[in-house]
Every structure is written in C-alpha cells, then in structure tokens.
C-alpha cells in the first residue's frame, strides 16, 4: 500500500471511529443499563407461548440414551422444502425447555426473521436460556433494535461476529473503509449457520434466516437445503457454538458504540418496532406458520415420511482460530471436505451455487483424475439467469475447459425457473399450492446490477440454487454450509453434517439428481468441433484462460445444452450426442446481449478476485 493510500486510509478509520459520542465510561453505563432493564421474570400464557409436546426432540433424547461410542444411534430429516425447514426451526424452538443456541451468517428483518425472533424471546421469558450469535454484517444490522434486544430478558442475550469499527451496522462508507484498511480482517466472516435445541436436537446447512430461504421471497427464492439431526452428534454442535460464543470476536450487542448510544441517550431501553402494541397484524401465512409449529403431532406428521435412523454421523467445523491461522488440519471443514473427496472410489456428486474452486481444491480433484479408475465426478451448480453472483458466475464461467477436460467434471447448471423443483412459493398462507402470479417479479425489466441477479427474457418468480451437499459413492451425504470455495477455505468459518449411511445417502443423491434432470438444469458440454481449425481454437483458448487476469479470447470452450424431445440423455462424447442435443448458448434465458455478458466478464472480474468470491 503506498504512503498516500495508507494516510487516507488512517483518516478514514479516524474519521469513522470518532462518530461515537459516548466515552468509554459512558459506554460502560450504557451496558449496565441494557443489564438492568432485563426482566427476570420467568412464565408463559397456556396455549400460547408455553413449551409444546414434541415428539421430534423426544425422538433426540431417545437417540442419545440408546447410544454408545461404539454405536451411536441418530435420527435425521433432509430439509429440501423451505417451509418444512422454516416450520422445523418454529417447532424445535417452541418445544425447547433448556437451551436454544442460534448461529447465523444472515438474520433479516422480515416475515420469517420476525417470526423466529419473536419465538426465541418467548422461549425466553417461559425460561430457556436462549443465546444468539450473528455474524456482524448481515446479522439483524439495526443498532435500535438490538439494544431493545439487549435489555429485553435476562434469559436472552445477542452477541455479533466480528463487528466492524466497533458497530452493529456498517455504513457504506464503512464498507470501503473496511476494504481499504483491514482487507482480511473485514472479509473474515462467520459463514456458520445453526439451531441448536436442549443439546439434542440440531438443523444447519444453507438456509439462513431470510425469506428467500423459505419460499417466502416475492421476486427470487433459493433452492436450498437443511438437516435436521438428533442424537449425540449434538454435542460436537454445542461444543463448537461454545468456542464461538467465548471468542473475543464475539462482542454482546450493548457494548457496541452505536447500540450504546442508544441505551444512553434513552437512558435504558429505547423503544422499537417490534414491541409496538400498534404494529400491525402478521400476514396470513405467517400466522397459519405459527399455529402449526405449535402442533407437534402435525409437525412429526409433516417430518415423518423425510426421517430417516442411522448410526455414525459427524459434524465437522471451522473454530473461530481459523481466522487467526491457528487450525490444526483435524479441526478444519475444509480438510474434512477435502479428506472425503478423495475418499471417492466410483462416483461422486457434488451440488454448490458457486463453482470456482481453490488450488487445494484442484489438486484434489486433478488426483481423482489420475488413477487408473478414475472416479465420475458429477456438479449441479446455477447458471447465469439463476445465480444472484454475476462476478462469481464469471470467474466459473472462465475455467469451463478446465473443469470439463482436465478434472472431468460432468456440469448442470440450474434453470431459472425449474419445471420440478421442491419450492412452493404461494402468496398467501403456508402451505398454498398457486405460484402467486400478481407478485413483482424479476423479468426484462430488472436492472441486472452485478449485484443481484441478472434480467431475464421472460418474468416469473426466480430460483437460484444455494444448496451446498456431496455424496460419495452412494455411502456418505454431507450438508452443510461450505461452498467448495476459495472464501469457504480461507475467509469463512464453515460447518457439515456427514452421514455414513447409504439410505440417507440415496435420498441425499435423489434430490440432486432431481436438480440435474433436463426440465431443471441445462447441460454443460464442449462446443462441436467446427471442420477446420478446431485445435487453434483450443489451443488460443487454453492460453487464454492461463492470463492471469482477463480471459480474452471470444470463443468459449463450452455451451449450455437442452436435450430435445424424444432423445433419452446421453453423455457429451458420445455419438449422436449433438443429435439429441440443442445448443441454446452459452447463457441461456439472460436477456441482455452476448456482447454486453462477456464485457462484464472481461472488465469487471479477473482471476485476481477469485479467493474472495
């Protein structure tokens, strides 16, 4: 960094840090006072906030006393549809008499965001110890609200990840302060996402707190998916919520400077939206939601069909020393996921929104691809019309080649409107089977920013795929949160549930093939060769791809395919591929022009970016 960049660099942070108008002392009195405004008392409302009979968490204290060390014992439930995880979470809260221990990367402030916040304050004040631990920069970013929060009950208490120059919302201008003066430290986040209940009962994987998670979203939703897991395993769960919870990163809410200007300058707890008597009433949906997780015979009804019994299940998770570059490699999500890939004998299928690996990721599969029996190795991953990435799609779209030829991948990338995708997205109510055709939508009219999500040729509600999952020779399922990215190796704290049981692993292998099918995902495969000069064309075209910022040649490698009516899939290779093949382009469904896509790709995103994406 030069000297000029490095002085304006130090105003900047100078000039930020010096808004707080409280001193440190003031700062102190300002926590006491969230502390002493905090009710202690404990009890519930029969019928409506007590905890209900669940015969799920039954289920987790069954699991943990008929287990062993040598046997362990573990019931699970894959969480594919969004309102099943969003009920699961309701219903486990609901019925919590202990402990509920809640980690998350993004906590919004909508209908889902709201409805779970408000059931972890009742579990609360009916006597769970409930702790709440977000990542700083997406995680409930409203200074009023969490010191409302701070104050609210003595059996609730919000802690934030890393906060930023000290503060529960960063400022835009904090954000390229943040860039400027402390890249690595800014860029570390807690990519964890957990619900933890009474040490027995745990969900984790993608879905964060937001509605776009659940099918709720009016524009863009995510396909997405949880486990729900309960036996022993629970206890690595809480064990490592521990390690974060004590972590000096992790700061209670109150001694952040903009929340305790706000404790000080209301003297106690300043008022806030969510404990106004005259806010209006919930959506339907949100009501019909609620009277359901309070139902736990219905809930099991809606699990059941989805539970499966195991035996041996890990959790594999990042510490928060990973951000200190302290892991040892056992303790590392990454080496695990690293470890099981090369584990692979036959066939491994992987299913992640962003496809841009890190150079230990490459090595691994490059191993795979050097034995003799060289493993099939299958990828769902989105397409440009489905991802909300557009740097992150450039940067996969960049090393296609290279997937396809040197590694051997076998690439779907999701369709933007799947034809038989597990999302319900209804405009009223929970459970509603209508697509909700009135809702805004995401279509030629979209801004397409580099931000979000590109705009489209025709409207419609958008999915984009956010699963993460792996399975290994039809013996192994993993779900979790760890996106087979640079950012989930080195930034991001990650976790994973892995299940060694071939059943689970079947179903596991069925909803990612269901994503792959031809009315979900379009194939990726090779161009057909042109008569003349096809080995220029590869041979530009890898030189290309090897520059180290910018691939300029024009002529990609690879191209999206539809597989025409009356053909049966077959593999790009093989004859008659090209005949039951449609090629519809490299960016299918994207209504903006090729020229235009490939500008982007060229000026905006190089492959100096890629550890951060």
């Given at each position: 960094?030069?000297p000029a960049?490095?002085?304006?660099?130090?105003?900047?942070?100078?000039?930020?840090?010096?808004?707080?108008?409280?001193?440190?002392?003031e700062?102190?009195?300002?926590?006491?006072?969230?502390?002493?405004?905090?009710?202690?008392?404990?009890?519930?409302?029969?019928g409506?906030?007590?905890?209900?009979?669940?015969?799920?968490?039954?289920?987790?204290?069954?699991?943990?006393?008929?287990?062993?060390?040598?046997?362990?014992?573990?019931?699970?439930?894959?969480l594919?549809?969004?309102?099943?995880?969003?009920?699961?979470?309701?219903?486990?809260?609901?019925?919590?008499?202990?402990?509920?221990?809640?980690?998350?990367?993004?906590?919004?402030?909508?209908?889902?965001?709201?409805?779970?916040?408000?059931?972890?304050?009742?579990?609360?004040?009916?006597?769970?110890?409930?702790?709440?631990?977000?990542?700083?920069?997406y995680?409930?970013?409203?200074?009023?609200?969490?010191?409302?929060?701070?104050?609210?009950?003595?059996?609730?208490?919000?802690?934030?990840?890393?906060?930023?120059f000290?503060?529960?919302?960063?400022?835009?201008l904090?954000?390229?302060?943040g860039?400027?003066?402390?890249?690595?430290?800014?860029?570390?986040?807690?990519?964890?996402?957990?619900?933890?209940?009474?040490?027995?009962?745990?969900?984790?994987g993608?879905r964060?707190?937001?509605?776009?998670?659940?099918?709720?979203?009016e524009?863009?939703?995510?396909?997405?998916?949880?486990?729900?897991?309960?036996?022993?395993?629970?206890?690595?769960?809480?064990?490592?919520?521990?390690?974060?919870?004590?972590?000096?990163?992790?700061?209670?809410?109150?001694?952040?400077?903009?929340?305790?200007?706000?404790?000080?300058?209301?003297?106690?707890?300043?008022?806030?939206?969510?404990?106004?008597?005259?806010?209006?009433?919930?959506?339907?949906?949100?009501?019909?939601?609620r009277?359901?997780?309070?139902?736990?015979?219905?809930?099991?009804?809606?699990?059941?069909?989805?539970r499966?019994?195991?035996?041996?299940?890990?959790?594999?998770?990042?510490?928060?020393?990973?951000?200190?570059g302290?892991?040892?490699?056992?303790?590392?999500?990454?080496?695990?996921?690293?470890?099981?890939?090369?584990?692979?004998?036959g066939?491994?299928?992987?299913?992640?929104?962003?496809?841009?690996?890190?150079?230990?990721?490459?090595?691994?599969?490059r191993?795979?691809?050097?034995?003799?029996?060289?493993?099939?190795?299958?990828?769902?991953?989105?397409?440009?019309?489905?991802?909300?990435?557009?740097?992150?799609y450039?940067?996969?779209?960049?090393?296609?080649?290279?997937?396809?030829?040197?590694l051997?991948?076998?690439?779907?990338e999701?369709?933007?409107?799947?034809?038989?995708?597990?999302?319900?997205?209804?405009?009223?109510?929970?459970l509603?089977?209508?697509?909700?055709?009135?809702?805004?939508?995401?279509?030629s009219?979209?801004?397409?920013?580099?931000?979000?999500?590109?705009?489209?040729?025709?409207?419609?509600?958008?999915?984009?795929?956010?699963?993460?999952?792996?399975?290994?020779?039809?013996?192994?399922?993993?779900v979790?949160?760890?996106?087979?990215?640079?950012?989930?190796?080195?930034?991001?704290?990650?976790?994973?549930?892995?299940?060694?049981?071939?059943?689970?692993?079947?179903?596991?292998?069925?909803?990612?093939?269901?994503?792959?099918?031809?009315?979900?995902?379009?194939?990726?495969?090779?161009?057909?060769?042109?008569?003349?000069?096809?080995?220029?064309?590869?041979?530009?075209?890898?030189?290309?791809?090897?520059l180290?910022?910018?691939?300029?040649?024009?002529?990609?490698?690879?191209?999206?395919?539809?597989?025409?009516?009356?053909?049966?899939?077959?593999?790009?290779?093989?004859?008659?591929?090209?005949?039951?093949y449609?090629?519809?382009?490299?960016?299918?469904?994207?209504?903006?022009?090729?020229?235009?896509?490939?500008?982007?790709?060229?000026?905006?995103?190089?492959?100096?970016?890629v550890?951060?994406?």
């Amino acid at each position: 960094m030069s000297p000029a960049r490095r002085l304006f660099t130090a105003l900047l942070v100078l000039l930020l840090a010096g808004c707080s108008t409280l001193s440190v002392r003031e700062r102190r009195e300002a926590a006491d006072l969230a502390l002493a405004a905090r009710s202690t008392e404990v009890g519930c409302r029969e019928g409506v906030d007590c905890a209900v009979a669940s015969p799920l968490l039954a289920l987790g204290h069954a699991a943990v006393a008929a287990s062993t060390p040598e046997a362990p014992r573990h019931e699970v439930v894959l969480l594919d549809r969004g309102q099943d995880s969003l009920l699961a979470r309701l219903h486990l809260i609901r019925a919590a008499r202990e402990s509920i221990d809640l980690q998350m990367f993004i906590f919004d402030k909508d209908d889902s965001g709201v409805l779970v916040l408000e059931e972890l304050l009742a579990a609360a004040r009916r006597g769970v110890k409930v702790r709440v631990l977000l990542d700083q920069l997406y995680g409930l970013p409203d200074p009023n609200l969490q010191a409302s929060l701070a104050g609210h009950h003595a059996n609730f208490e919000l802690r934030l990840y890393n906060p930023t120059f000290d503060e529960a919302k960063t400022q835009k201008l904090q954000y390229a302060a943040g860039i400027l003066c402390c890249f690595m430290k800014f860029n570390q986040r807690m990519h964890t996402k957990l619900v933890l209940v009474d040490g027995v009962a745990g969900i984790t994987g993608g879905r964060n707190i937001q509605d776009r998670y659940f099918d709720w979203a009016e524009g863009y939703n995510y396909r997405d998916r949880d486990i729900l897991v309960m036996g022993p395993v629970a206890k690595a769960m809480a064990e490592n919520f521990d390690a974060f919870w004590s972590y000096e990163r992790s700061r209670p809410a109150e001694e952040l400077k903009d929340v305790a200007e706000r404790l000080h300058r209301h003297q106690g707890v300043p008022p806030s939206w969510l404990f106004d008597p005259e806010r209006p009433p919930p959506p339907p949906r949100v009501t019909a939601m609620r009277d359901e997780a309070g139902d736990g015979a219905a809930v099991m009804a809606r699990m059941e069909p989805l539970r499966l019994a195991v035996g041996r299940v890990d959790f594999y998770a990042d510490l928060p020393e990973k951000h200190e570059g302290e892991l040892r490699a056992e303790e590392d999500a990454s080496q695990a996921m690293h470890d099981l890939v090369q584990s692979t004998q036959g066939e491994l299928v992987i299913q992640t929104p962003y496809l841009v690996l890190s150079r230990e990721a490459r090595k691994v599969f490059r191993g795979l691809q050097k034995r003799a029996d060289k493993p099939a190795v299958w990828v769902s991953t989105n397409s440009l019309a489905a991802t909300d990435a557009f740097p992150v799609y450039a940067m996969s779209h960049k090393y296609k080649r290279l997937y396809l030829r040197e590694l051997g991948f076998r690439i779907f990338e999701y369709k933007p409107y799947p034809t038989d995708a597990p999302i319900n997205v209804a405009a009223t109510g929970v459970l509603g089977e209508e697509r909700a055709a009135h809702l805004p939508m995401f279509g030629s009219g979209s801004s397409g920013s580099s931000s979000g999500p590109v705009p489209l040729k025709r409207a419609g509600i958008r999915v984009g795929l956010h699963a993460k999952s792996l399975v290994v020779d039809g013996r192994i399922g993993v779900v979790g949160s760890h996106n087979f990215d640079p950012r989930s190796d080195n930034l991001n704290t990650e976790s994973m549930v892995v299940v060694h049981d071939a059943e689970f692993a079947g179903a596991l292998l069925a909803s990612i093939r269901r994503d792959m099918t031809p009315e979900n995902a379009w194939l990726i495969a090779p161009q057909e060769k042109p008569p003349v000069l096809s080995g220029l064309n590869y041979s530009l075209g890898k030189i290309s791809e090897k520059l180290p910022i910018f691939d300029i040649w024009p002529f990609p490698y690879a191209t999206s395919y539809q597989l025409r009516p009356g053909c049966n899939p077959i593999p790009p290779g093989q004859p008659g591929f090209y005949d039951c093949y449609e090629d519809v382009g490299a960016f299918p469904e994207v209504d903006l022009p090729l020229k235009t896509v490939y500008t982007r790709i060229l000026t905006a995103f190089g492959a100096g970016l890629v550890p951060i994406l």
